[in-house]
């Protein structure tokens, strides 16, 4: 029985996810069928090429004959249009042809930055995902967001641009540190709140084995790559359901702005964003239980050193969210556990008590 992931957007577009632990055959059988032996561009984390140098090299060399290798700095500050613009000119430089691949390899920074030159370059060249974290493999390296940071706010520039196909090799996350796996584990936690509650108890049970060699994380990150999946498919450009992703991000890509971009990663932000939108959500009315929180909050406090104490700061960093319309900001709640829906803000009083009460649970 194949554990693969099919995705359809469009009538012209399908791509494959992989999850599983070691995807050398996989990775080398789908590119044999698709793409010249010449060159293939690899855009890879620094910290993941320095980790995982002779797996990366003899699994792509495998089939392709020259590896023109990019290596980006770690962090949120990768995502820039500076960066991106070195990682063009660096790939036009060496020469590339529309059929040439570029395999994005590291996590959602990457991902997102390489994703954007993919698209930029040449108005498309092929594109595969190889993510190293539990936030990419689960998030991130799925549906075809690409996007760089902007002073302004967090991913205002970029594209929808999907991959050919998206390897999740979990040995990856062999080396991964402590607070990657928290800040991936914000993400499925996001899953079980908008689709698939179940998820909060699995994924309580594995809190404190973050290890690779554990068969029930494959499961738990096959699962939530279906249910991004499943998303994804209803609704390719963000029209609608596809919407419900962003649970938690609005209140989330504010807290990482007004904290400093690295500061605070973009899964610690998205938990404590998805306290807000419970606490939102329980002021108006709707029966959610959020001790579903409680086994997961000494992690993230752990994590976050210095939450910002500044609400009316918060509010305004939320107002240049790329989801604003109209100039009123559009907040993902729950009716209940498993049931989002779109609610525009236009009190901004209940907004402010949102934020004063997550602050109170940081601080």
Not at 5 to 25: A, G, P
Not at 112 to 141: E, F, K, N, Q
Not at 148 to 170: C, E, M, R, S, W
Not at 262 to 276: D, L, R, T
Request: glycine fraction near 6%; charge should be negative; hydrophobic fraction near 40%.
């Amino acid at each position: 029985m194949s554990h693969n992931i099919d995705v359809s957007v469009s009538l012209n577009k399908r791509y494959s996810i992989h999850v599983e632990k070691n995807v050398e055959k996989a990775f080398f059988d789908f590119c044999a069928d698709r793409y010249s032996k010449e060159k293939v561009i690899l855009v890879v984390d620094e910290k993941v090429y320095e980790l995982h140098e002779t797996k990366i090299e003899s699994m792509c060399s495998r089939y392709f004959e020259n590896l023109f290798v990019l290596k980006i700095p770690q962090g949120e500050s990768s995502k820039s249009l500076s960066q991106w613009q070195q990682l063009v000119n660096e790939i036009l430089a060496e020469g590339v042809e529309r059929n040439t691949p570029l395999v994005a390899i590291g996590g959602g920074v990457t991902g997102d930055l390489a994703g954007y030159v993919a698209a930029s370059v040449l108005r498309g060249i092929p594109l595969i995902h190889l993510p190293t974290t539990l936030l990419a493999m689960v998030d991130s390296s799925i549906g075809g967001k690409t996007g760089l940071n902007h002073d302004t706010g967090k991913n205002l520039i970029g594209a929808f641009y999907q991959p050919d196909a998206v390897f999740a090799d979990v040995e990856f996350l062999e080396t991964l540190e402590q607070r990657e796996w928290i800040t991936g584990m914000a993400e499925i936690i996001k899953y079980g709140a908008i689709r698939s509650p179940e998820l909060f108890s699995q994924l309580e049970k594995l809190k404190d084995n973050l290890s690779a060699d554990d068969g029930e994380w494959i499961e738990v990150i096959r699962e939530s790559a279906r249910i991004k999946t499943d998303i994804v498919q209803e609704d390719t450009l963000e029209a609608g359901k596809r919407a419900h992703l962003n649970f938690g991000h609005t209140f989330g890509h504010a807290l990482e702005r007004v904290a400093g971009y690295g500061s605070i990663s973009h899964g610690e932000a998205v938990f404590a964003g998805m306290i807000a939108a419970t606490y939102f959500s329980k002021e108006l009315g709707h029966p959610i239980d959020d001790t579903v929180f409680t086994p997961f909050m000494s992690l993230y406090k752990q994590q976050i050193q210095s939450f910002p104490s500044q609400p009316d700061k918060l509010i305004e960093a939320m107002k240049t969210d790329k989801k604003v319309k109209n100039n009123i900001i559009q907040l993902v709640l729950l009716k209940e556990w498993g049931s989002p829906y779109i609610k525009p803000c236009t009190d901004l009083s209940k907004l402010k008590a949102a934020w004063n009460y997550t602050i109170d649970q940081f601080n």
